[in-house]
C-alpha cells in the first residue's frame, strides 16, 4: 500500500530508499465556431504517432496537479480563462489580466495516506501594461515507515517539494497578452541526500478571437528536473547522482463566455517525457546462470483532453464542473470533479470561500481542496 501510495502522490522517483512514489443573435456562429475547434483540437492530438503510457511517476508531479479549488474543479481546463481570477499557474500570460486589487488566495488539500498538498498565490497589477503573479506550491508526504535489507524499522521518513513560481505577463493590445515565468524547484527526498535544487521557465500567449471567445497556448517546464545524489547515503561506488527531467507541457486552450454568468473552457495537452527502465536479462556463463540489470533510456507522449463549466447561480454562489481525459488513446481515465464558491457579504477583502472535489489520478482516493479568496 505505501509502495502504491507514495507513486499515485506522483512524487515517485528512482531512488533505492523511497520509490515514491452574447448576445443571443451570436449563439449560433459561436457554436459552430466551438465545434470546428473542438474538433480540430481532437485530430491534432489524434495524428501524433506514439508510444502511450500511464502519465504517473515522473519528477514533480505534484505540481501539475493543478492549482486552487476554483481551476481543480473545472477539470483543470484554464489555459485561457482569467475571469474566475488571475491564475499565472496554468499561463504566464494570464498575470496581464488588469485588476483593480492584489488577488490573494490561501489554498489547502486534504489527501489520504499522510499527504498534504499547499497553495499560496498572489496577483498584482504593474501599470499601466504589466502584471506580476507569485506562487508556491509544497507537497509532503508524511510518517514514511523506514527500513533495512532485513526488513527491521529503522526511522521515520518524510518528503517535501516545493515550486516557487513568478509570472510576468505583458498586454501587448488589450486582444493580445505575452507572459513568461521563472520557476524554483526544491525537493528533499532523505536527511543524507542533498537538497535537489533546479530552475525552470514557462511560456505563454493569449489572444482575444472575439468578444466572448478567447484562445491561449502555454508552455511549460522547460528546463525544469530533480537531480538526487545517493552516494553518501549508500557508500558505494556504484552510487551516483541521476538527474530526471519534468516532462515539457504544450498546452491549448480555449474560453467561451457564454454570458456574463456561463462560462465554458476547454483544454488540450501534449506532454514528452524521458526516462530510464531497468532492463534484466538472465545470462548463461560456464553453466551458471547470471543476472545483468542495465537502465535503458527511452522517450514517450502522453495526451489530455479537459473541459470546465462554471455559472453563477447567485451574486453569492458559483459553482463549477470539469471532467479530465488522461492519456488519450491508452487508458482513457476519466476524472470528474466540481465545486463551488461561496461569496461572503464584506465589502472590506470581498472574501470567497472556495471548495473543490476531485477523484485522483488512478482513481486511489478523492481529494477534498479549499481556498480563501482575498481581493486587497
Partial sequence: ??????????????????????????????????????????????????????????????????????????????????????????????????????????????????????????????????????????????????????????????????QLIGNFGLRFSERFWGGIGLKYNLANYHPEVPKSQTIGIDIGIRALISTRLTFAIAIKDLLSKSNFDTSDLYSTETARGRSQAYPLRYLFGFAWEHSDRWLVSLDAELRSQNGQRLLTNVEVINGFEQVRTSRVEFSEQTRFLRLGSSYDLHERFTIRGGLQLNDIGAE??????????????????????DYALIQEPNKISIMHVFALRLNM
Fill in 1 to 162: 500500500i505505501e509502495l502504491r501510495l507514495i507513486r499515485n502522490h506522483k512524487v515517485k522517483h528512482s531512488i533505492k530508499f523511497s520509490r515514491f512514489p452574447t448576445a443571443n443573435c451570436e449563439l449560433p456562429n459561436v457554436l459552430n465556431r466551438i465545434k470546428y475547434i473542438s474538433t480540430a483540437m481532437i485530430l491534432i492530438l489524434a495524428t501524433v504517432s506514439t508510444a502511450y503510457a500511464q502519465s504517473g511517476g515522473y519528477s514533480g508531479e505534484f505540481s501539475r496537479m493543478g492549482f486552487s479549488p476554483r481551476g481543480m474543479a473545472m477539470g483543470n481546463a484554464m489555459t485561457a480563462v482569467h475571469h474566475e481570477g488571475v491564475y499565472g499557474y496554468y499561463n504566464p500570460a494570464l498575470a496581464a489580466a488588469p485588476s483593480e486589487t492584489v488577488q490573494v488566495d490561501l489554498s489547502t488539500a486534504a489527501l489520504q495516506f499522510d499527504r498534504r498538498l499547499h497553495m499560496v498565490s498572489s496577483h498584482f497589477q504593474l501599470p499601466p501594461m504589466a502584471g506580476l503573479s507569485v506562487s508556491l506550491l509544497n507537497a509532503r508526504v508524511n510518517d514514511i515507515d523506514g527500513r533495512n535489507q532485513s526488513g527491521y524499522h529503522t526511522e521515520t521518513l518524510s518528503t517535501a517539494e516545493y
Fill in 332 to 353: 482513457n481515465l476519466l476524472l470528474p470533479g466540481g465545486g463551488f464558491s461561496l461569496h461572503l457579504p464584506f465589502d472590506r477583502f470581498s472574501p470567497s470561500i
